[in-house]
């Protein structure tokens, strides 16, 4: 329709045909009550979605049904109209960063951070956690009542390899960036040499720009939002016990734009299926006519 328009040099709206008096303007309205409903109660589980995520487990349930998939507009349009869009963000960042933690495939750079839970009893939970920077999935993570030391970084990387690379495994078997900020425990001497021994790039980001650990930044302030501030919080004992919990939901059912809307375990399931499709061409024996 724009190239008709250009070519003719004149307005796209003149180009349209104009609706009857009794013709419907959307065709789709008469599902509407159906998807809105299928809306609420999704914000209603999950009041901390936006449209877009909405969006995408509404479609994950009706995909099961054999239904049409809604599109992220639609949602938005019926969401709005039902006054359940979340607030704008409107914060600024202060300082541009134009490199990428994004990486093409798994397991070639994780990413490293700590956060800390408020108890409403007054007690704090520290937590550490790993990140893979292509699909988003929490790797592995350390949660104590205490802070965190060396000694539990360097935990944290242990499991973090075991996770990807099975039980046992003392190196992993390529070169893998370990990015962090410059916490005193990411920074220790013992916690590089420990790194560097597993076969990790141990990086850190420039001084003073936490912001370049963007990946793990925004995973912390997800999650807080998610599933920290809409649970419970009575004691460090109860938090410690549901992080398990928070941390499988992640990983298996919260949407990522970056990945298409889909969960990071989602993500590596559906790579893991084109990386074997892949090699299955590469290795497939040709038939004899």
Sequence with gaps: MSAVARTLGVARSTLHRPLSPGEPRRPDAEGDAEVLAGLKAVAQERATYGYRRACALLNRERRKESQPAVNHKRAYRLMRDAGLLLQRHTGKPTRTHEGKITTMKSDLRWCSDGFEIRCWNGERVQVAFSLDCCDREVIACQASAEYPTALTIQDLMVETVEARFGPGTAKVPHPVEWLSDNGPVYT??????????????????PAYSPESNGMAEAFVRTFKRDYVYVNELHSAAHVLARLPVWFADYNSVHP????????????????????????????????CS
């Design 188 to 205: 220790a001497h013992d916690t590089r040499e420990f790194g560097r021994s597993l076969g990790l790039l141990v990086c850190t980001t």
């Design 256 to 287: 990522h734009k970056g990945l298409k809307m889909m969960s990071p375990q989602e993500f590596r399931r559906k790579a893991a299926g084109a990386a074997s499709c892949a090699l299955e061409e590469e290795w497939a024996v040709p038939s």
